[in-house]
């Protein structure tokens, strides 16, 4: 059975998609700790990132840097947070966080409630700057 990621990837779960290429994707968090929290994800269903093969973990790492950049350039904030974590998906991801202080990024019981509008918003933004 996919998990949730491959079939948001596959288009059968609709998303924010932020940037795609052949074996990476990147969309909006819909319940986000901050404004533009999103998840990057191999398109390979691999359960844990360190089980990635060496290849598609260096690939995935890039492809998150290029999306934190452009992520940064469209929400204003200090740094762009990097956190791996999230046992109920069985397919490997990060977390990418806009945050103003550390505080952003540890408190994941804290989440944000966003309009779709702002949704649509907030995921035009940052694909325009990837």
Known sequence: MSSIFTKIVQGEIPSYKIAEDEHYFAF???????????LVIPKKEVDYLFD???ETYQGLQLFAKKVAI?????????KVGVLVLGLE???????????Q?????????????????????????IAENI
């Open 28 to 38: 909006l968090d819909i319940s986000p700790v901050a404004k533009g929290h999103t």
């Open 52 to 54: 990635l093969d060496d």
């Open 70 to 78: 452009g992520l940064k350039k469209a929400i204003p904030c200090e």
């Open 101 to 125: 202080n550390e505080g952003d990024l540890l408190n994941f019981s804290q989440k944000v409630k966003l309009s779709t509008e702002e949704f649509i918003e907030i995921q035009q933004k």
């Open 89 to 99: 998906v069985p397919h490997a991801h990060i977390h990418l966080v806009p945050m």
